[in-house]
């Protein structure tokens, strides 16, 4: 069984930065791809964007583009999700999905962007 724990959500100023963090266990982490996802009341569940093995970012959501950053650490079964430049409309909850594109989520951790 895949499990997440989902940490580093809080509030945050717009422009500011956070790094929210998806610790894995239960499978070989190194060996999938994995992806964040958000959600905000009343609407659907986006993806945010995806790592691969090797660690380049795809499927990056256009109103993420060049703020956000996935990474990756295989020795620690870690994925992250640098944010920066953070605006009211990122506020949201994240999730860790994976692997690849097994119907496993973490519970997700709240940002809120406000001033």
């Known amino acids: 069984q895949v499990q997440f724990v989902e940490s580093g959500g809080g509030q945050v100023q717009p422009g500011g930065s956070l790094r929210l963090s998806c610790a894995v266990s239960?499978?070989?982490?190194?060996?999938?791809?994995w992806s964040w996802y958000r959600q905000t009341p009343g609407k659907e569940r986006e993806l945010v964007a995806r790592?691969?093995?090797?660690?380049?970012?795809?499927d990056v959501a256009d109103s993420v583009k060049g703020r956000f950053t996935v990474s990756r650490d295989n020795d620690r079964n870690t994925m992250y999700l640098q944010m920066n430049n953070v605006k009211p409309e990122d506020t949201a909850v994240y999730y860790c999905?994976?692997?690849?594109?097994?119907?496993?989520w973490g519970r997700g951790t709240q940002v809120s962007v406000s001033s």
């Open positions: 999905q994976g692997p690849e594109s097994a119907n496993y």
């Open positions: 239960g499978t070989t982490f190194r060996l999938y791809y």
């Open positions: 790592i691969t093995k090797s660690g380049d970012n795809i």
